[in-house]
């Protein structure tokens, strides 16, 4: 199989797409080189790159730029999308749908239950979270536990290649918004990815490795330090699970739950702040519904409750890694009822 880099896989997704449904468009800053400029347009493909060529292979009435200015251009991909368009956005940050935020969760997200089920909205909204890049804390941060509190949308975190591809597409064929992150260390990263086009149904976890001793559930880029936390583990003796969710809404509870009895003991790390975070929500429901199975208490590896820092040394310290997870870990194996 193809080796294609996260970057790629998402470039080959819309591109099938867009060859595949004609009612698709893209809009955002700077994916087509800066309309109303003066002189040659040139498709930058946005700010990393993921929509290079699709301004020549489909021309500027599907590939739009857009003014600095959030709430219109996501405002109007909404409207868009209930006259029959399939909108795909990109913002350069999540960070930034803060200022387009009415148009997401007041809006986009309701309208099919306003309008009784008549009024689908397909819209898929694409944004860059997450820190290590010393971008600060108004470009690091990783919203996706705010849009995974809203009824009505959909969020999708892919943490390689192959689910880039994959649920990208599954997004894009989906009649509901969805909120499709993006983590800016992972653009580089290389995988496995089909030439062809496939979709990932939403809500299934990828159990990547199974173990006998302790469950570690990590979304995004995290999955990366959770596999590495495993094998660092394995050294010692101690087999882990590891299980990305891939979607946070819908969520596999069920796949969770089952890896959670299997072991008894569980870590789950989230790059996101932990009040109302991933690992709140996921304790909770592992508290309501698997606590016999609990052998320990269970552990949460998470930013701390504070901005994303810029030094570079205190974003490192910031940030979970493989050392704090497999500490965690080995702190919930020494826990005796």
């Known amino acids: 199989m193809p080796q294609k880099s996260y970057r790629q896989a998402l470039n080959e997704a819309l591109h099938h797409e867009m060859a595949r449904d004609p009612r698709m468009i893209v809009l955002g800053e700077d994916i087509a080189g800066g309309a109303g400029a003066s002189g040659q347009q040139d498709a930058w493909g946005g700010a990393f790159g993921v929509t290079k060529g699709l301004l020549g292979a489909f021309g500027p009435s599907r590939v739009r730029d857009t003014p600095i200015s959030e709430s219109a251009f996501v405002g109007a991909a909404a409207g868009a999308a209930l006259t029959g368009l399939r909108p ?170 089952e890896m959670t009895e299997a072991t008894g003991r569980v870590v789950i790390v989230d790059e996101a702040n932990p009040r109302c975070g991933m690992a709140a929500d996921i304790s909770s429901i592992i508290a309501e519904n698997a606590f016999g199975a609990l052998k320990a208490p269970i552990m949460k590896v998470t930013a701390p409750h504070t901005p994303v820092p810029y030094a570079p040394n205190l974003e490192a310290a910031y940030l979970p890694d493989a050392k704090k997870i497999a500490d965690a870990v080995r702190k919930t194996m020494a826990y005796r009822r």
């Open 88 to 257: 795909v956005v990109e913002i350069m940050f999540v960070d930034f749908l803060g200022v387009c935020f009415d148009q997401i969760f007041n809006q986009a997200a309701k309208f099919r239950y306003m309008f009784g089920g008549r009024a689908v909205t397909p819209f898929v909204l694409r944004a860059t979270y997450g820190a290590g890049t010393r971008s600060a804390s108004q470009h690091s941060q990783a919203l996706y536990p705010i849009f995974t509190h809203v009824p009505g949308l959909k969020v999708v975190i892919p943490s390689n290649p192959y689910d880039a591809k994959g649920l990208l597409i599954q997004a894009i064929r989906d009649d509901d918004p969805v909120i499709f992150l993006e983590n800016k260390l992972l653009y580089d990263t290389v995988g496995e990815v089909p030439d062809g086009a496939y979709s990932i149904p939403f809500g299934e976890a990828n159990v990547l490795k199974e173990g006998d001793d302790a469950t570690i559930i990590a979304f995004g880029r995290m999955v990366h330090f959770a596999k590495e936390a495993a094998a660092i583990l394995a050294a010692e003796g101690i087999d882990c699970t590891v299980v990305d969710p891939r979607t946070t809404s819908p969520l596999d509870e069920d796949t969770i739950l």
